[in-house]
């Protein structure tokens, strides 16, 4: 069972779905506005999003009801929702480690997952924020949305209810942690290319080689192979 609220406004969907947590037998229940005043990113970064343009969505789902380590929990959750974005267009829809959802090269979406325990229970919360129709970036030179990006108009209700059952559907039935990995690497952002990262306010060339199964990244560099967590390196794109 899952069910799905809205609200006009909110300040982040992320701290307010605790509201609507009223339905102990409800293993999903989401929560998503199109004028959120304070979203969050991962690791206290903010996600500024023009009113009526874009979705603001968290679901909350049971710890109990995932059998996946928290690392594979956000693969998974990346690729549902990658793959959810790739069904409306014929365009390239990649995740750029750990979370972000890039499409033709821009950043449309991104993703904070949060465990928390609320009402006596412990959920994993996902907090998605995704770019559907504002037009313009001025002070975000990688940003997107998915009309800018593709020309589509979607009809955000239709978006968002959606995506949701896509969701419920995907960690109702849960891939495997080999399948997961498998995808999450075959749709990573920049990966077997030369790119430019920071490290350290330096700047270094590197190739993506893969993601692995604890949560790091492995890039290639003249002097070999280097792993890094989130926050260790940016990727300049």
Not at 72 to 96: C, P, Q, S, W
Not at 148 to 157: A, N, P
Not at 224 to 230: C, D, E
């Amino acid at each position: 069972m899952s069910e799905l609220f809205y609200q006009k406004e909110c300040s982040s969907t992320n701290d307010e779905i605790s509201q609507v947590l009223l339905y102990p037998e409800s293993n999903f229940v989401g929560l998503y506005t199109f004028n959120q005043k304070k979203g969050r990113g991962q690791y206290g970064n903010s996600w500024a999003s023009e009113p009526e343009q874009n979705l603001a969505y968290s679901v909350a789902i049971k710890t109990d009801s995932i059998s996946l380590t928290d690392f594979m929990f956000n693969y998974y959750t990346a690729t549902a929702i990658r793959g959810f974005l790739a069904k409306f267009t014929d365009h390239e829809v990649k995740i750029k480690w750990p979370n972000d959802i890039i499409l033709k090269n821009k950043k449309v979406g991104g993703i904070l997952i949060e465990k928390k325990k609320l009402n006596t229970k412990n959920y994993f919360i996902i907090g998605a924020g995704i770019n559907v129709l504002q037009e313009k970036f001025d002070e975000i030179s990688n940003a997107g949305s998915f009309f800018t990006q593709t020309g589509k108009r979607l009809d955000l209700q239709n978006f968002t209810k959606d995506l949701h059952s896509f969701l419920v559907e995907k960690f109702k039935n849960l891939a495997s942690e080999k399948e997961i990995l498998d995808e999450f690497n075959l749709n990573l952002f920049r990966k077997d290319k030369i790119s430019v990262f920071e490290i350290n306010g330096k700047q270094q060339n590197g190739i993506i080689r893969k993601a692995d199964e604890k949560g790091e990244i492995w890039i290639e560099f003249e002097d070999g192979l280097q792993s890094f967590y989130h926050k260790e390196i940016k990727l300049l794109y």
